[in-house]
């Protein structure tokens, strides 16, 4: 009798367990950009980083699949400035990539890669910040040097892009780093000397700096909110993999393309190369 019960429920999970890994799997890479996306914008960090993951070495970026969503990570691109934020998603289009190389036993477990390209807006009362670089680092600028940036927000505006986006200009958005931390390869290059000056003050992105005003008083970042340049619209590149077509669809990459800011009273559409992910990575 015992062995017909097993016989009878065996199938019964096996059937389950295939339902669960088919239902996953049977989602387009297109609605997997879409989810983590809206993760992003309900703030459930939690979640949204579990739609993270890999088809080849298993392996996240420096400081694990949080950098991505996390301004002190000093990870660029990163998503950090759509975390609990308002925006429009509009319809992703999907590029597939060729066969990365990995390899496979079974027909079913070959990797895919796939690139999603989702655009992005945001209604005008929504629209994030774009903060100069020495302010977005810490670094004190005069308020000449700012009305200079807000006149032309462009000149070197790939440089620390999306860490540069801010949501609001309130103190603690950017959580200082543990100084137990890790360092990245990049801060330990800084520190041997290995990377010009210009680059290694950029590492690690902190809440935005003062500004001196002519007359010599310095005034809180936030007194120029009002006049900073804002994101109007963005195209978000994910590289969506999985490995087979029983596992289900992850985000291993992130980036950006086609930004569009609004500063005084001008619309700026940002053409220099996109920052996508890597199609061979």
């Known amino acids: ?34 989810v983590i996306l809206q993760k992003l914008r309900s703030g459930n960090l939690v979640e949204a980083v579990a739609e993270f993951g890999d088809n080849t070495c298993h392996c996240a970026p420096e400081g694990g699949y949080i950098s991505y969503v996390q301004y002190e990570s000093g990870h ?12 429009d998603i509009g319809t992703p289009r999907m590029e597939a990539l060729p066969y990365n190389g990995e390899k496979y036993f079974f027909p079913w477990d070959k990797p895919e890669d796939t690139i999603v390209y989702v655009p992005i807006t945001f209604a005008a009362s929504n629209r994030p910040l774009f903060l100069p670089q020495d302010m977005a ?24 892009f999306t860490t540069r986006l801010r949501p609001t200009l309130s103190t603690g958005l ?46 809180p970042a936030a ?44 619309q700026f559409e940002l053409k220099e190369e996109p920052v996508v992910p890597a199609t061979g990575m």
């Open 1 to 34: 009798m015992r062995s017909i019960q097993v016989l009878i429920l065996v199938p019964i999970i096996l059937f389950v367990f295939i339902a669960m890994f088919v239902t996953k799997s049977d989602e387009a890479p297109t609605e997997e950009a879409v």
């Open 137 to 160: 680092f810490g670094y004190e600028m005069t308020e000449k040097q700012l009305q200079q940036f807000i006149n032309d927000p462009t000149e070197h505006w790939m440089r620390s």
């Open 76 to 87: 660029d691109p990163n998503l950090a400035f759509l975390v609990g934020q308002k925006f």
């Open 174 to 219: 950017v959580k200082p780093r543990d100084p137990k931390a890790k360092k990245t390869e990049m801060e330990k290059a800084a520190e041997q000397g290995l990377l010009p000056a210009e680059f290694s003050k950029y590492l690690i992105p902190k809440d935005a700096a003062p500004v001196k005003t002519a007359s010599g008083k310095t005034e």
């Open 223 to 266: 007194a120029f909110t009002a006049q900073l340049p804002r994101l109007q619209s963005i195209v978000i590149a994910l590289k969506i993999v999985r490995r087979g077509s029983l596992a289900r669809w992850a985000v291993r990459k992130v980036g950006i393309e086609k930004p569009v800011l609004v500063s005084a009273g001008k």
